[in-house]
């Protein structure tokens, strides 16, 4: 399959950013973090003022479960809906997933759905893709995945990425939607799997750019939900935000920084500029964060 080349540049780094020293961020990706924000802000403005009812009906067919949409709203108001989603998930059997309602990331999801038309939507094709993917996923191959990238990005100017360890982050603890004064208008998809990881399985985004395609996306998802935890919560068109119950121990932080950082090269290399400053973010983190460029 060809790769999608999107190039609508956005980037919640800024996020992590924030909690990184202003040494670090005295480099030129600045100024591409502060141009991707901006560009950000006016996508989600347009995606805000135009008129979504055609999206969030095609959204919906392709979810093929229950989801509701929520037009913009306060961050609290919305972290309020998602909580309860949450509790009733627990009662229920659903996992619950915010998604950007955006159609680039609407392509993106039917592409790797194997919808040949997205205008066209086949939901056996897309329940066939989803069952194969799930009964085909193994954590093990997620982690030999991630090995093979690390180790192809090991190269001699690798130390230089890799910096000094610190111990100056904040980290992050929320999702990065509730921090918005006003949210884009956002989905909240009650999927019906019987592990978290697996609703990445349900949308698969991946395979444009440097975002990994469907298959290890789900494999390594899975790998990292049975040794960390971690859950799918938030995707947008160029983004990845999962959960866990408490940050990793600081034994485990740089194994799992140079894991995102061969996952997502942009986190560090666009973001916060050294693994062992991902590191330092993620012992005190509760949200791992991923962007493409």
């Not at 290890?216 to 899975?222: A, F, Q, R, T």
């Amino acid at each position: 399959m060809t790769k999608f080349n999107f190039k609508a540049n956005f980037t919640l780094c800024a996020i992590l950013v924030a909690s990184t020293t202003l040494q670090s961020c005295k480099n030129s990706n600045n100024t591409q973090i502060l141009t991707d924000e901006l560009i950000k802000k006016e996508i989600m403005k347009n995606d805000s003022e135009k008129d979504n009812t055609e999206l969030v009906a095609k959204f919906k067919e392709i979810a093929d479960c229950k989801c509701t949409y929520y037009p913009p709203t306060s961050g609290n108001e919305f972290l309020r809906h998602y909580n309860n989603a949450i509790a009733r998930g627990k009662k229920e059997g659903f996992v619950p997933l915010l998604i950007y309602v955006n159609d680039i990331l609407y392509t993106a999801i039917s592409s790797e759905l194997g919808m040949e038309d997205e205008n066209k939507i086949d939901i056996q094709t897309i329940r066939s893709t989803r069952k194969k993917l799930i009964a085909e996923a193994s954590a093990e191959e997620g982690k030999k995945w991630l090995q093979k990238e690390l180790k192809d990005l090991k190269d001699d100017s690798y130390n230089e990425i890799l910096g000094e360890p610190v111990n100056d982050q904040q980290g992050m603890k929320e999702l990065s939607i509730f921090s918005q004064e006003k949210t884009p208008p956002m989905l909240i998809v009650e999927v019906p799997v019987k592990e978290p990881w697996q609703v990445i399985a349900w949308f698969p985004f991946g395979n444009w750019n440097a975002c990994p395609e469907k298959k290890d996306l789900v494999n390594v998802c899975k790998y990292w939900y049975e040794k960390y935890g971690a859950v799918p919560s938030l995707i947008t068109y160029d983004t990845l935000e999962m959960t866990v119950s408490k940050p990793v121990s600081n034994n485990q932080s740089l194994e799992l920084a140079e894991e995102q950082y061969a996952f997502c090269t942009d986190i560090v290399s666009q973001g916060v500029g050294y693994v062992n400053t991902l590191a330092d973010c993620l012992r005190k983190s509760t949200v791992w964060y991923f962007w493409w460029d």
